[in-house]
C-alpha cells in the first residue's frame, strides 16, 4: 500500500537474511506518513486520551505456562515499536513515555502472561530485522503481506484502511460520489493524497468536470485543524487516524462512508520462534474473549478496526 523504505543495515543479518528483510518491508500501514518519523507524531492530537490499566487484566496460569523459557526467565516481553503513529503507537506528554492502543495491548499480553512489558521506540524499518536477538516482538502497525510472512511470524489483530471525516453534520453537503471541484485535505505522502485522490481526479478531468483542490499537509493535526475550521470540504486518512481524530476534536466532526482498501496489521515474532508466535495468538484470543481488546480499541476511537478471529499467518493478498 506504499513505497519501500531503505532498510538499516545489521551485522547481525547474514547478507540473504537482509535481503529477505528489505523486500518484507515493502508495506506498512496504509501511508508512507506512517512510517517517516517525527512529523507523523502529529497525525492526530499529540496528547494521550486514554490509559488502560493493565492490572485489571488476570494472568492466564495456563497460557503463561505456554511461554517459551528464554522469555519466561527474564521476566519481561521486550517490544519494538516505531512511536510515531498515533493512535496505535506515539510518545506521551512527556515526550518518553510510549502509549497508543498498541501500547496497550501489548501491556495486555504482559499481564494476561504474567510478564511486564518493556516496549522501546525503535526505527520502523530495524525492528523486523532485530526481532529474535533484540526483540521478542514487533508491534508497530505492520500490515500483513505476503513479503513480511516470508521472513517473519505475523499475529493478525486490527484492521485498517481509509476513512473519511466531515463536519459534524455535513454542512457542505459533501458526498464521495461527487467529489470534483471539493477541496480535501490530506497529509503529505499517504495513498490517499496518491493514488486514492490522484485517480479521482484523474476521473475529473476525463468527465470535464472541475477539478478537486487538493489540499496537501505534512501534519495530519493541520488537515484536521482545517476541517473543524471550515477551510476544507473533507478529509481523508487511515482509519485508526480518522477514528481518533474524532475523539479528539469535541464532536465537530463526523466520519463519511465507510472504510475501504482494508488490509489485516499483524503483531511480529521472529521467523523460528513459530510457538512463542502460537502463544501470542493465543493470548490476542483470550483477550478479545474477556473484552479487554474491545475496551482497548474502544478507548482510542478505534473500535471499527477490531478483528473477530485472530490468526497466524493469515493468507493475504500480494
Known sequence: MQTPRTLLGTSKLTAAATMIAISALALSACTNASETGPSSAATSSGSASASFDPSTVKKDDALAAMVPDAIKSKGTITVGSDTSYAPAEFLGPDGQTPVGYDVDIAKAIGATLGLKVQVQT?????????LGP???????????????????????????GTAWAVKKGNPNKFSLDDVCGKSIGVQTGTVQEDPDLADRNKKCAADGKKPIDIVTLKNQTDVTTRLVNGSIDAMAADSPIIGYAL???????EKLGDVYDSAPQGIAVAKADTAWA????????????DGSYKKILEG???????????????????
Open 278 to 289: 502460537d502463544v501470542i495468538q493465543k493470548t490476542v484470543t483470550k483477550l478479545m474473549a
Open 134 to 160: 533484540k526483540y521478542d516482538l514487533g508491534i508497530s502497525s505492520f500490515t500483513i503481506n505476503p513479503e513480511r510472512l516470508g521472513a517473519v511470524n505475523m499475529v493478525s489483530y486490527f484492521n485498517a
Open 122 to 130: 525503535a526505527e520502523f524499518t530495524g525492528i523486523l530485522p532485530a
Open 300 to 318: 482510542w476511537g478505534n473500535s471499527e478496526g477490531a478483528i473477530t478471529k485472530s490468526e497466524v499467518n493469515p493468507a493475504v493478498k500480494s
Open 247 to 253: 475523539t479528539q476534536t469535541n464532536g465537530q466532526l
